[in-house]
């Protein structure tokens, strides 16, 4: 068996869930890797324990993993949702955890964590649904944790479309991310998306239209420069204030 005594941290009553701050529902594992059925079923229990206990509140859920060495890990960020979107979320929470990169696959965990928080009203312009990258080429760049492409070479990944013009690319997968493409002389600029949601957007620059491993992606202030599908150099963008000018000393005699 993969679970131990299923811990819901005394939610067994309403009068014991905390109206402000953070909610752990908590399921001990026996230090076996995360797999997509024990999200379900995770959230299958979550379902059963403490959805009907918050009626048609409005509330944020977080998918967090305890790794063996006692550290603790975000998979997801934060989805506000209610009662009736429930169901939306195993496809959303698989989708982020199957974008980790391998060496996440491989741990081991002690408990699986969904923390939750009630708010006032729903607000979705701060849901964020989940990210994947589901491609034909196995050699994947790992970003935080997250695996992204390491190729400029469409027809690498898995069903892409182009439009008449040839500049315009969508890209689908076997999940509910997608990806658009503005394909540039020498660039992409890649949107990526679930369920028809933007997630985020990376650029990738080319330095030799004859060789498609070797370019430089911009995503989230950092650079990253590959060489033959392997990063070989990786930047920050910083940005730093100038030194205002200093006032020569006055000195009297």
Same mark, same amino acid.
């Given at each position: 068996m993969y679970f131990n005594n299923l811990s819901n941290k005394n939610l067994n009553d309403? *009068?014991?869930?905390?109206?402000?701050?953070?909610?752990?529902?908590?399921?001990?594992?026996?230090?076996v890797?995360?797999?997509?059925?024990?999200? *379900?079923?995770?959230?299958?229990?979550?379902? $059963?324990?403490?959805?009907?206990?918050?009626? %048609?509140?409005?509330?944020?859920?977080?998918?967090?993993?305890?790794?063996?060495?006692?550290?603790?890990?975000s998979i997801s960020s934060m989805q506000i949702l209610r009662k009736e979107t429930f169901d939306d979320m195993e496809p959303v929470f698989h989708?982020?955890?199957?974008?980790? *990169?391998?060496?996440y696959h491989l741990m081991c965990i002690s408990e699986v964590i969904l923390s939750f928080r009630f708010f006032k009203t729903l607000d979705t312009s701060k849901v964020v649904l989940a990210k994947d990258s589901t491609i034909k %080429?196995?050699?994947?760049?790992?970003?935080?944790?997250?695996?992204l492409p390491n190729t400029m070479?469409?027809?690498?990944w898995e069903n892409i479309s182009f439009n008449d013009d040839y500049n315009k690319a969508t890209i689908t997968t076997k999940t509910s991310i997608s990806y658009n493409v503005n394909i540039l002389d020498d660039k992409h600029v890649?949107?990526?998306l679930s369920n028809g949601k933007l997630l985020f957007t990376f650029i990738d620059v080319?330095?030799?239209?004859?060789?498609?491993?070797?370019? $430089?992606?911009?995503i989230n202030k950092q650079v990253f420069t590959f060489h033959d599908s392997k990063v070989v150099i990786k930047?920050?963008?910083?940005?730093?204030?100038?030194i205002k000018n200093i006032k020569p000393a006055q000195f009297s005699i």
């Open positions: 309403l *009068s014991s869930l905390k109206l402000t701050g953070w909610n752990n529902f908590v399921l001990p594992i026996n230090d890797s995360l797999t997509n059925p024990i999200i *379900s079923f995770v959230l299958f229990s979550f379902w $059963k324990f403490i959805v009907p206990k918050l009626e %048609n509140q409005t509330y944020g859920l977080m998918l967090k993993v305890k790794f063996h060495n006692g550290s603790v890990r989708d982020f955890w199957n974008l980790r *990169s391998d060496d %080429n196995k050699s994947l760049f790992s970003f935080r944790g997250y695996s070479d469409l027809h690498q890649i949107s990526v080319l330095f030799n239209s004859s060789n498609l491993s070797s370019f $430089k992606r911009t930047e920050f963008i910083r940005k730093c204030k100038f």
